[in-house]
DNA sequence: TTCAAGTTGCACGCACGTGTGCAAGTTAAG
DNA sequence: CTTAACTTGCACACGTGCGTGCAACTTGAA
């Protein structure tokens, strides 16, 4: 009954421009986690009008980008394996801190904000369970521990994981930094003592700090 | 040349009424932490306008709020003390859980916001700097890391006790659960093993779940 | 060149929240 | 009881942000 039906084609700046404002507000919104729209679209070099263009509210800017970056991460720690649960729950842990520590700011309002839920059980579930499943694997193993609860250390694990993303706020970690300190903290929190983290550290050091995960 | 000197002493339902504002901050604040001043007064039995009566603005009145909280519980961790650097960090731990997790809520935003430096260095500052201590010495004791600087293991031990915080909101905690996990996962940052963690738990349940600190 | 797609600026209305002034009330101290 | 201390309700100014309608403009597709 509406929908002025297209009679040609869409502008091709109609696309960057929409991307423009999902990467402004990336960046205005990891400056501060509250950017007003203003901020963002003069970011993108739009105006607030225009961008009720592409977005029909701020709010759907912000889910959209989180999706967005929730998909990205879930490919990254989709592409990897291990058999060994301990060392595969190394590399979840450098995988996830390459693609957020860009975004640390923003990471925090998301998963403590409204949005929580939703990213959560949507494109970063099969991330927890699959922590769950390394925890109950390691557990399994004689590796990681036992007394208590596989998603309760699941949980640990995650928050060390925050841990260290405060922490790199404090005092700026470089790339390798906060992948040995991610590791580390994850393996800690798996129940592993603080020289058996360190080993698997050393042992699989080109794929848990190096450059190019493999 | 202005305050209209006090001729008389000043009525006792002043003091009854500024503390009741305080009490129901604490409440409010923590039901939702962006709760307006509309909100706190009217659970306080007041009306918006009378807050102004007791404090200059909303800002002080959570600024007393805070200093309040971090004296709290740098009064409870300093009355107790133990030479051995680990048994101190547990013992430490949970103290600041029995004070802390009434408020869980309100310390993710104090310690997250504005007056995350003012707190930190204020009331808190020697709070740090014990944990600090434990670290160094645990780790010359052979009992902690020495892999990492002292300050950020601290740094992982506090954000192992806010990860609890954290899943203490998804599954309620009893208070002897919640004093358990804060323990292990402080315990697991500093390096030990969770066998160790579990030791040491075991090894002093008197001090470290029991109900009377000592 | 034509014309729709997209952008812009301005003006609204709306909702919230803070801080203040003031007159009228209530309550405890003396 | 008298009076100062305290509370209340209302009104106001102020600021910030969101979402929308509209007319005028620019730009790209065909």
Redesign the pocket.
Known sequence: MSD?V?????????AK?RTALLDAARIELNRDPDA???TIAAAA???R??V???F????ALIAELAALGAARVAAAVDAIHDADPVLDLALVGRLVWDDVEHVRAMTWSVVRGPLREQVLSGALGPLHERIVADVEAAARNGTGRTDLPPQVVARLVEGAAFAVLDESVRSPLGRAEGRRLVVLAGLGALGLSWREAQDVLARHAARLVEEAAR
Chains 1, 2 share one sequence.
């Not at 297209?6 to 700046?13: E, I, V």
């Not at 029909?56 to 709010?59: A, E, T, V």
């Open positions: 002025p297209r009679t040609r084609a869409p502008r091709s700046d109609a421009n007003s729209l203003d070099g739009l105006s009008r225009s009720y263009g592409h029909p509210s701020r709010d």
